[in-house]
């Protein structure tokens, strides 16, 4: 099946620094990636939908300018979480959709995110 | 998407089949039945998804009611390495499946 890899699998930062997570289909083109977080005990949350060479689109409640993504090309996706504070360590997770098997979801192994 | 409820917890012994069930009583014509799971501290892993009939694959059945309101995973036996929370997710057709969207799961526990 096809593979998302995503790093760091774990990251610790001091508050006010920023961190770049690397989302990565390696084996087949990913026109849309998610990105998830998910805080302990608690269900995934969509963050939100990023599509290649576009701006990506945000749920509601998620702050823009302080989860910046990027995909700039078919195989990659980035979230920074800018200037992190404690409330926002948790457990990110993206995934993937292949270009024509849209009902199948492809998921990063995630990334425990830190902030002291 | 349309809503689901599933049990919080469920609880199993190894070797035994289990069976997951997901109501849906609001399902429209055009939304997919999908089934993820998500092993601890992992991201979520496709199990399978229908629409009417039942599937299977290498990992699970699902058995569709015939009303559509209802469905169960069924897992035919049971490994510790099935124990997980496991998702039921109405996705449409008709949006291109554009987002997946969880609830709150059934977390599965086996027991050896």
């Known amino acids: 099946g096809a593979v998302v890899s995503q790093h760091p699998s774990r990251v610790i930062c001091k508050s006010g620094t920023s961190v770049k997570i690397e989302c990565r289909s390696l084996d087949f083109q990913a026109t849309t990636m998610f990105w998830y977080r998910q805080f302990p005990k608690q269900s995934l949350m969509l963050m939100a939908t990023s599509n290649e060479g576009s701006k990506a689109t945000y749920e509601q409640g998620v702050e823009k300018d302080k989860f910046l993504i990027n995909h700039a090309s078919l195989t990659l996706s980035t979230l920074t979480v800018t200037s992190a504070h404690p409330e926002d360590s948790s457990f990110y997770i993206c995934s993937a959709r292949v270009s024509g098997l849209p009902e199948k979801l492809f998921f990063g192994s995630g990334t425990q995110l830190s902030v002291l | 998407d349309a809503k689901t409820t599933q049990p919080n917890s469920m609880e199993s012994n190894e070797e035994e089949p289990v069976h997951l069930p997901c109501n849906h009583s609001?399902?429209?014509?055009?939304?997919?039945i999908h089934w993820y799971r998500q092993l601890p501290s992992q991201g979520p892993e496709y199990v399978i998804h229908?629409?009417?009939s039942n599937v299977n694959n290498r990992m699970a059945s699902l058995a569709i009611a015939e009303d559509r309101k209802s469905s169960t995973l069924i897992l035919h036996r049971a490994t510790l390495r099935d124990a997980a929370v496991y998702y039921c997710i109405l996705r449409a057709l008709n949006t291109g499946f554009q987002k997946l969207v969880f609830g709150t799961g059934t977390r599965l526990l086996v027991s050896p």
């Open positions: 229908g629409l009417t």
């Open positions: 609001t399902i429209s014509g055009t939304d997919y």
